[in-house]
Nanobody, 123 residues
């Protein structure tokens, strides 16, 4: 089992920056992908960004220029730096993890999920 705990959400204004963190504990893998997804009210959960433990990253087009995913493998922690936030970024942000090297954008490819953290961007 892997436990994921997100932190860093809250209320910000459009144009502000915010950083989310996700700490993993429990079972560890030698190769694993940590990802961020988000879900806005009434919408499907969507891929935001992901990072493989060997260094590869991948971003959704909607956030590619504004968000940066990074990780501290020694701490089993992944971060999501969000800049130039927009009201449409408002959602619950979830951290997820899967073993292996491949980065997938589908929720069903991920084995463990955090409880989510709310990010609200006011206009």
């Amino acid at each position: 089992q892997v436990q994921l705990v997100e932190s860093g959400g809250g209320l910000v204004q459009a144009g502000d920056s915010q950083r989310l963190s996700c700490a993993a504990s429990g079972r560890t893998y030698s190769n694993y992908v940590m990802a961020w997804f988000r879900q806005a009210p009434g919408k499907e959960r969507e891929f935001v960004a992901a990072s493989w433990s060997g260094g590869t990253t991948n971003y959704a087009d909607s956030v590619k220029v504004r968000f940066t995913i990074s990780r501290d493998n020694a701490k089993n922690t992944v971060y999501l730096q969000m800049n130039s936030l927009k009201p449409e970024d408002t959602a619950v942000y979830y951290c997820a993890v899967r073993s292996g090297r491949m980065i997938y954008r589908s929720t069903d490819q991920y084995d463990y999920w955090g409880q989510g953290t709310q990010v609200t961007v006011s206009s």
